[in-house]
């Protein structure tokens, strides 16, 4: 084998010294230039991994090392040695573009396959095999905090609540296997959501809204469908996934920008959600077919909420918005 | 030297003159391209292998950064093992694990497990940095570093109570004295780091970071304020949002460039190296264009852009970095069992890196 340069440092001091080396037919290394010459069997050296076009070391039993710059020397020492194997594999995929360009595509079906199914479909799983009793922690909490800041307590006419309340238990007897509740709150915009403990909040404005209780029944179907789900426990966990995984992959380039950590997480959840309104929209569809209350009632409700909260939203946004479309979803329960 | 008048003896000793000072450069010599390549390779391995191979890749990626950076013609060298970084991420992975679910399940549980997290924090604190030290070289003589356990939890304890007792008035001190130990308590060879920078340094940076934000927020405030005044009507508010935030993000940024480049040339800038020292000249203004630059990139690209806003920020550290070097860098091994390297052996049994660097 040819002659080829290297740096030699000794581990004891910083000494720097020129030297070159060659491998001679024993599979012995060596080191030429220094004061007293030196060998090691090429058996003994440890050959550091190529990497792009670093400088490689050779690192010798008595703690000296060599720096060498001819990775073309380095590669056929570390063939003679016999021991290149997968640090080799590694730099082959490192440094072709076919590859990169290849790695760069199976990430992101990975990523885009794994955020649209994988995430959701683990939480989903985790959701359902969540106990009970954890759930309506986790839902008790939920309430309170929002007791606290955004919600008071209701003003509805005592006998509105008790006959929503009525129908409402009527409702909640045709699914015994949820540990459906319902909460009547205030001080917040037309809206009703459902809690992970199978609670479901409506606030006065939409039963204000409403021209009939039909109307609310609906509402409460979709929320009910939320609940059968497991929603609110599926998109806690979707999120916390999120979260824990994008810092795990963008966290050594938070010093770079905070921002692009946060937007891939904002977008994947808008898009859960999305799937989430149309699961329970399709729960609420057939409760209402089944119990004979026109589809016609759901429709109507949407339409005053998206009246009452200015419009659709419009083109590019679409997809970021949590809900879909609103008109998309009163169209589906227009059209027979 | 000038030649002596006739006449009068040449002096006895011979005069030395002290060695002049050499300036040397840092020098990131890493490309985008080669990066990313091995950036997307490693990305695809680690998810592919559930997170296994991600020791594997940061190890790898750690050396690639240590390996291109330069200065006096040398490299720095990373020798970290695989497979402790990997046992250090398993142990803090099933940590973590335990913090989160415990959450869910039991009050007291989670109290004790936070209590464990905040003891750990001065032990892990001192490991991570040991790992790191015992493992960066250049020119084959490894650092080291000497802190002990014991020392960072006086100090931890110490400043956390400073902190809370001033109510966070403190931090620009509670930052530049826990800098101070991470520094000092470091060797290369057998030359200890010194740390000349000095706490009115980091409260002039905070200082200014407070004065770029400032004005920011007093707009933002008023357009909130105005906006409300005007009439309860939640929406209209909400719009009026969007303009102070388009003040304040800005505003922010240029703070956190301007704050960010005064600590770095704090840490970087204070640190002396037996007659050696080092400067560091990295300017706000630069940072704000390298961090915008950066940041637009990383979101327009998805991500695909993070290895060459890495390799951006590498290289503008190297090149804002100069080593003043009195004569040759000089330094020995420190045998193992000499006063204040003992502690290195030791904390091979309890050896983890979780990716603390200085």
Redesign the interface.
């Known amino acids: 084998m040819t002659r080829f340069a290297g740096?030699y440092?000794?581990?004891?001091?910083?000494?720097?010294t020129p030297v070159s080396l060659q491998l001679d037919d024993a599979n012995v290394l060596h080191v030429d230039g220094l004061p007293a010459p030196v060998a090691h069997p090429l058996a003994s050296v440890r050959i550091s991994?190529r990497?792009?076009?670093?400088?490689r070391?050779l690192y010798f039993p008595d703690?000296?090392?060599c720096?060498c710059s001819d990775n073309v020397a380095v590669d056929e020492l570390e063939r003679r040695a016999g021991k290149a194997g997968l640090s080799r594999l590694?730099h082959a995929?490192?440094?072709?573009?076919r590859?990169?360009l290849l790695?760069?595509l199976?990430?992101v079906l990975?990523?885009v396959g794994g955020a649209h199914w994988g995430i959701p479909f683990l939480a989903r799983r985790a959701a359902d095999a969540m106990p009970a009793a954890?759930a309506r922690?986790?839902g008790r909490g939920t309430l309170e905090v929002l007791d606290r800041t955004l919600l008071k307590p209701s003003e509805l006419p005592q006998d509105v609540q008790q006959r929503i309340e009525g129908e409402f238990a009527a409702m909640a007897r045709h699914y015994p296997e949820l540990p459906l509740s319902l909460h009547f709150r205030g001080g917040a915009p037309a809206n009703a959501f459902a809690l992970p403990d199978g609670g479901v909040v409506v606030t006065d404005a939409l039963v204000q809204l409403s021209t009939n209780d039909e109307q609310v029944l609906a509402v409460l179907a979709h929320e009910i469908g939320h609940v059968h789900h497991r929603h609110a426990l599926r998109m806690a966990l979707e999120g916390?996934t999120l979260v824990l995984l994008s810092s795990?992959?963008?966290g050594?380039?938070t010093?770079?920008?905070t921002?692009?950590t946060a937007?891939?997480s904002v977008y994947t959840r808008a898009a859960y959600s999305r799937d989430c309104e149309t699961e329970a929209d399709t729960f609420a569809l057939h409760y209402l077919d089944e119990s004979h209350i026109p589809r016609q009632r759901f429709a109507d409700i949407m339409r005053a909420l998206q009246k009452e909260m200015?419009g659709d939203s419009k083109g590019g946004l679409q997809y970021l918005a949590s809900h879909p479309p609103t008109s998309e979803r009163i169209k589906r329960f227009e059209s027979r | 030297m000038q030649p002596y008048p006739a006449g009068v003896n040449a002096p006895g000793p011979a005069f030395v003159p002290p060695p002049r000072e050499r300036e040397l450069r840092f020098e990131f010599t890493?490309s985008a391209k080669?990066?990313?390549?091995?950036w997307?390779?490693?990305?695809?391995?680690?998810?592919?292998t559930l997170?296994i191979y991600s020791a594997w890749a940061k190890v790898?990626t750690k050396?690639?950064f240590y390996?291109?950076t330069f200065v006096d013609g040398?490299?720095f060298?990373y020798l970290a093992d695989p497979l402790k970084v990997l046992k250090g991420r398993i142990i803090a992975a099933v940590a973590l694990g335990l913090l989160?679910g415990s959450q869910?399940?039991s009050l007291p549980l989670y109290l004790c497990t936070v209590g464990l997290f905040v003891l750990a924090t001065p032990w892990v604190l001192v490991k991570a940095l040991a790992f790191n030290a015992r493992n960066s070289a250049?020119?084959?003589?490894r650092f080291a570093f000497t802190g002990r356990t014991g020392e960072a939890y006086g100090l931890y304890l110490g400043m956390l109570l400073l902190y809370l007792v001033t109510c966070g008035l403190a931090y620009p001190y509670v930052q530049w004295r826990m800098t101070s130990f991470a520094v000092t308590r470091h060797l290369y060879?057998d030359l200890r780091l010194w740390w000349e920078s000095k706490p009115r340094g980091y409260y002039f940076a905070y200082l200014l970071g407070l004065l770029l934000m400032l004005p920011a927020y007093a707009i933002m405030m008023a357009i909130t304020f105005a906006s409300v005044g005007d009439r309860h009507d939640p929406?209209a508010a909400q719009r009026a949002m969007l303009p102070a935030l388009a003040i304040v993000y800005p505003a922010l940024l240029a703070a956190t460039a301007v704050v960010r480049a005064r600590l770095a040339n704090l840490l970087y800038g204070g640190i002396r190296l037996g007659p050696h020292w080092l400067t560091s000249h990295q300017r706000g203004r630069d940072l704000v264009v390298l961090?915008l630059v950066?940041?637009v990139a990383?979101?327009c690209s998805?991500?695909?852009l993070?290895p060459w806003?890495?390799v951006r920020?590498a290289r503008y550290t190297a090149s804002h970095l100069r080593l003043f070097a009195v004569g040759?860098?000089?330094?020995?091994?420190l045998l193992d069992d000499e006063p204040g390297a003992t502690g290195v052996g030791l904390a091979d049994l309890g050896d983890f890196d979780i990716?603390i660097g200085v």
């Open positions: 740096t440092y000794d581990g004891l001091t910083t000494q720097a991994a990497l792009g076009n670093t400088t070391a703690g000296a090392k720096d590694v995929l490192e440094s072709r573009w590859y990169a790695a760069g199976l990430l990975l990523l954890m922690d986790l916390s795990a992959y963008f050594d380039v010093q770079l920008t921002l692009s937007l891939p200015g | 890493g080669e990066y990313f390549r091995i997307i390779v490693n990305t695809l391995l680690t998810i592919v997170g790898r050396q690639y390996r291109h040398t490299s060298e989160f869910h399940y250049y020119r084959n003589i060879g929406a961090y950066n940041l990383v979101v998805l991500g695909l993070i806003a890495k920020v040759p860098i000089h330094a020995e091994k990716g």
